[in-house]
């Protein structure tokens, strides 16, 4: 019988063997094209955009929602992106095209690589908090930030999911201590996570399924606090109503990718040549929404609430790109911290780490690159929600 520590030393290396595999195929076949399709749109138009694309935007943090409708995030991620701005500040006007200008402009760049560092330093230290200081722990956490989601996702583009995926990280490890103030803490994290990009106020249902009544009210007081509150810098009322507008344009958009559930349909029709149906489609990513809350409410295992909650974040999100896809880091964590060594658990091992791989496999089978990331996801919480509501957990 393997004991547990030996078989999670086995898993670390398997998760990080496809990267390893991955970096040695380019680097003998020197096959440039192999490493040029990982790359988000497989070109190097985009890089970095959506941190300073925002920073342009929150230039003129007053009317940021009336200048574009390309601003998405609530108003504290953009009083964050005004801040980094005043650091290094331009004057440039406030459109689309600048952000490159802004990019470029002086010390940035470098501002961006710090910022980077920072919150891959913090990542790091969480794991190896929720995991153990251990080389294998580091291997893997290492192996996982250069994964196709990671260093050609949320780092190439420069997305905030990075930190938001930390933060939650953060507060789902403080929030069973013993430690009061961290317990505050993990509730102020999460509506922080909110205040940057909504869709993470879903993790508050955490503590409505433990019926930690009291925290929960606490949290929502949080999250509106955060919400509301930096309108005051962004237009006021008038601020909100704009952020409605330009929410309901976001929430309207559809692109045939492999991302989330609606684009997922939508590209799947475009290959069979069949007109999208964009009805079907948000009533079928309304299905999965409703599958992944139904089965957080009737399983009993702590790690597949954080699955379900990040399949959510992962598949649901409208427009979203392959950065989404770090989200599922929290559930590996929590389920490496968790997994027993049953028959389940190899195949989670398996479908977890083709998310967390970069796939060259991938590029010598054919197709884009989010396929490969994503299609495992799928995998993944259709086999949860099966084994939670049909099949039964061990």
Known sequence: ??????????????????????????????????????????????????????????????NIYF?????????????????????????????????????????????????MIFVSIFLVDIVKKILGNGRWTSFFIYSVLLSAPFL????????????????????????????????????????????????????????????????????????LMFFFVPFLFTGGLAGIRQYLNVLGVFGASTAARWTNVRNFWFALQNRLGVEGNIYFAIILENI????????????????????????????????????????????LV????QQKGSWNDYIYAILFSAVFTIPTHGYLLGGVADFWIFLPVYLLMVFAVLEVLVMGEE
């Not at 993790?203 to 606490?218: A, D, H, M, P």
Request: glycine share 4%; net charge positive.
């Open 1 to 62: 019988m393997i004991s547990r520590e030996r078989r999670v030393q086995y898993l670390y290396f398997f998760f990080a063997w496809g990267g390893i595999i991955s970096f040695l195929l380019i680097l003998i076949l020197q096959n440039t094209g192999a490493g040029n399709w990982l790359v988000m749109e497989n070109n190097f138009n985009w890089q970095f955009s959506d941190f300073f694309r925002q920073i342009v935007y929150a230039s003129d943090l007053r």
């Open 67 to 115: 200048n574009t409708e390309d601003a998405p995030f609530p108003p504290l991620a953009y009083i964050f992106f005004h801040l980094i701005y005043k650091i290094n500040p331009f004057s440039l006007p406030v459109e689309l095209k600048s952000w490159r200008q802004a990019q470029n402009h002086q010390y940035n760049l470098l501002i961006f690589l710090m910022f």
């Open 152 to 223: 050609s996702g949320a780092i190439e583009r420069g997305n905030i999911a990075i930190v938001v995926c930390l933060l939650l990280l953060t507060s789902l490890f403080w929030k069973d201590t013993t430690i009061a103030w961290k317990r505050e803490a993990a509730l102020i994290l999460i509506a922080v996570s909110a205040g940057l990009k909504i869709y993470p106020a879903i993790f508050g249902l955490i503590y409505l399924k433990e019926k930690r009544w009291s925290e929960t009210v606490r949290l929502i007081i949080y999250g």
């Open 288 to 331: 999965y929404f409703l599958f992944c809350i139904f089965s957080l409410f009737r399983t009993s295992k702590k790690w597949k609430c954080t699955l379900f909650l990040s399949g959510i974040l992962t598949l649901y999100i409208p427009n979203s790109y392959r950065y989404v896809a770090v989200y599922m880091l929290i559930p």
């Open 334 to 337: 929590f389920w490496f911290k």
